[in-house]
């Protein structure tokens, strides 16, 4: 883990965001790359927490029915039915399913930011915010190179 003493102790004190978010600032799992067919910006983005451009993914205008997947390791991390357009240029979601994801805070670029690792392969795949539109309030913020769309 990369986490500075002072930021886990901080983690593990009072945060702003205690007291909006339900979900707990857990430490990622190991990091593992399965899939030795990843690109490098796709290990960029899981591993050394990149960010893909905007606008950029295919998944975006993908409207079926189905599952949204690790590209890693293929553990099922979101249903199409939590899929909204968000207008940011990155595929979000409302919700992941459930023990899809470990959170842990991200302090980069001057903001604390919850940022979530897929729970089977520790890949970093985006950061959740709550700002989104429906019922879970939770706006997950994907990269869409991390992830594959399986149909139903
Ligand atoms: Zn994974």
Avoid at 49 to 56: A, D, I, Q, V, Y
Avoid at 110 to 129: D, I, T
Wanted: net charge positive; charged share 25%.
């Amino acid at each position: 883990m990369r986490l500075s003493k002072r930021k886990f102790i901080k983690i593990l004190g009072f945060s702003i965001f205690s007291l909006f978010l339900p979900v707990k600032a857990i430490l990622a799992a190991t990091k593992q790359i399965i899939n030795p067919n990843l690109s490098k910006e796709q290990k960029k983005i899981m591993f050394n927490e990149g960010t893909e451009r905007p606008f950029t993914s295919d998944l975006l205008s993908e409207k079926r029915k189905g599952f949204y997947h690790c590209a890693n390791c293929g553990n099922k991390l979101f249903a199409s039915t939590a899929k909204f357009e968000s207008g940011t240029g990155w595929p979000s979601f409302s919700e992941a399913l459930p023990g899809a994801f470990k959170t842990k805070i991200d302090y980069s670029f001057g903001m604390e930011r919850v940022e979530y690792h897929c729970a089977k392969c520790g890949a970093h795949h985006g950061h959740v915010f709550n700002d989104g539109p429906r019922e879970s309030g939770k706006r997950f913020c994907s990269n869409g190179l991390c992830l594959i769309f399986k149909p139903e």
